[in-house]
């Protein structure tokens, strides 16, 4: 019991210190989960992304494509109209 007596604030100190050990032990694997989903999340969004981006990239290419198919189209129309109204070139 003296034993005890005469060390009681290192018992208490070293119990204190094993439990806030053992707490941030805990804090840090759960930080570390969350870490991992979240490169998870970070990953799954990259690609949804880069697919996102092909997708703007191939339609922007169709768009560009129709939209000189759409003005050839009008030039032609503009053309015919001016040969059929006499003033086109002869």
């Known amino acids: 019991m003296d034993l005890i007596k005469d060390?009681?604030?290192?018992?208490?100190?070293?119990?204190?210190?094993?439990w806030?050990?053992?707490r941030?032990?805990?804090a840090i694997s759960?930080?570390?989960?969350?870490?991992e989903q979240l490169q998870?999340?970070?990953?799954?969004?990259?690609?949804w992304t880069q697919k996102q981006q092909e997708e703007i990239t191939r339609l922007r290419s169709e768009l560009d494509v129709e939209l000189r198919q759409t003005t050839a189209i009008w030039d032609f129309v503009?053309?015919?109209r001016d040969r059929l109204n006499g003033h086109g070139k002869h």
Do not use: C, M, P, T
């Open 7 to 18: 060390y009681w604030e290192q018992i208490v100190f070293l119990g204190l210190l094993i």
């Open 30 to 35: 759960e930080l570390k989960k969350d870490v």
């Open 24 to 26: 941030s032990q805990s």
């Open 40 to 47: 998870v999340d970070a990953l799954r969004y990259h690609k």
């Open 78 to 80: 503009n053309n015919l």
């Open 20 to 22: 806030n050990i053992s």
